[in-house]
Nanobody
């Protein structure tokens, strides 16, 4: 079993930055594809960004150029640096680990509002 705990969310103004962290325990993230998703009430959870064990990254069009995903296997942690935040980025952000099995964290709220 792998446990994922997200942190770093909060209330910010448009244009601000936040860095989310996803700390894993129980298993090492080294062989996993790690990803961030987000969800707003009444909508499906949507893909934000992913990073493979080799460091290859992929982003949703809506965040390309503003968000950066990274991983520190030594710290068993994945990050999402979010710059130029917009109100439409408001959501609960979830961390996902995928290999043979899939694990999800509990989420962290990000609210972008003036």
């Amino acid at each position: 079993q792998m446990q994922l705990v997200e942190s770093g969310g909060g209330l910010v103004q448009p244009g601000d930055s936040l860095r989310l962290s996803c700390a894993a325990s129980g298993r090492t993230i080294g062989g996993y594809v790690m990803a961030w998703f987000r969800q707003v009430p009444g909508k499906e959870r949507e893909f934000v960004a992913s990073i493979t064990s080799f460091g290859s990254t992929n982003y949703a069009d809506s965040v390309t150029g503003r968000f950066t995903i990274s991983r520190d296997n030594a710290k068993n942690t994945v990050y999402l640096q979010m710059n130029g935040l917009k109100p439409e980025d408001t959501a609960v952000y979830y961390c996902k680990a995928q290999r043979t099995f899939t694990y999800w964290g509990q989420g962290t709220q990000v609210t972008v509002s003036s």
